[in-house]
Antibody, heavy 134, light 107 residues
Framework: QLQLQESGPGLVKPSETLSLTCTVS??????????WGWIRQPPGKGLEWIGS???????YYNPSLKSRVTISVDTSKNQFSLKLSSVTAADTAVYYC??????????????????????????WGQGTLVTVSS | DIQMTQSPSSLSASVGDRVTITCQAS??????LNWYQQKPGKAPKLLIY???NLETGVPSRFSGSGSGTDFTFTISSLQPEDIATYYC?????????FGQGTRLEIK
């Protein structure tokens, strides 16, 4: 049974970089069938996709966060990571990692270098609250 | 970005009731629409993908329908364990966008 677990500091100072890691167990992050994503949820609010990564390292980011986000993968550790720079109080949220399952019923979104298959997220990690405060 | 509007934002119903939640997209998204359940303090769980396909292991009282811009999520007979917030999510366009959620309570 695939499980995901987020880890990282629960408190980050404004203007600093938020760093989280997602450890995948019960399956290989190197599977060619899936992407791996980060989604966040501010307290009492809705869900926002941050971005996703393929095991090869190809990344896809939400344009609203793209200038501050870096997602990376370490296949040797079966982990993928999130870095969000220049954080403010608005970045306070529960951060979830999830398997990003592609839907082959829809044509992929392709850039000049790679293609991303949209789809759904399942399963999710339990989430970790990150508070941005001095 | 595509806008996803769920209604109602909250609803109260009795055990055994039929419950319906709607999700409207700001443009045609075909059937590229998923539904999730989030219980208090927990991570979201996928219930339905591609508008009407029930995820493996999800009880058959949950169902989804629709295409284009208008979608419906239904619980045929509300159970106490269904208390949660429900979200729709489109993936026709990037970025994937979630609806604002519908909070379901027991009357």
């Amino acid at each position: 049974q695939l499980q995901l677990q987020e880890s990282g500091p629960g408190l980050v100072k404004p203007s600093e970089t938020l760093s989280l890691t997602c450890t995948v167990s019960g399956g290989s992050i190197s599977s060619s069938s899936y992407y791996w994503g980060w989604i966040r949820q501010p307290p009492g609010k809705g869900l926002e996709w941050i971005g996703s990564i393929y095991y090869s390292g190809s990344t896809y980011y939400n344009p609203s966060l793209k200038s501050r986000v870096t997602i990376s993968v370490d296949t040797s550790k079966n982990q993928f990571s999130l870095k969000l720079s220049s954080v403010t109080a608005a970045d306070t949220a529960v951060y979830y990692c999830a398997r990003d399952i592609p839907s082959y019923s829809r044509p992929p979104y392709c850039s000049s270098t790679s293609c991303y298959m949209g789809g759904w997220f399942d399963p999710w990690g339990q989430g970790t609250l990150v508070t941005v405060s001095s | 970005d595509i806008q996803m509007t769920q209604s109602p934002s909250s609803l109260s119903a009795s055990v055994g009731d039929r419950v319906t939640i709607t999700c409207q997209a700001s443009q045609d998204i075909s059937n590229y629409l998923n539904w999730y359940q989030q219980k208090p303090g927990k991570a979201p769980k996928l219930l339905i993908y591609d508008a009407s396909n029930l995820e493996t292991g999800v009880p058959s009282r949950f169902s989804g329908s629709g295409s284009g811009t208008d979608f419906t999520f239904t619980i045929s007979s509300l159970q106490p364990e269904d208390i949660a917030t429900y979200y729709c999510q489109q993936y026709d366009n990037l970025p994937p966008i979630f609806g604002q959620g519908t909070r379901l309570e027991i009357k």
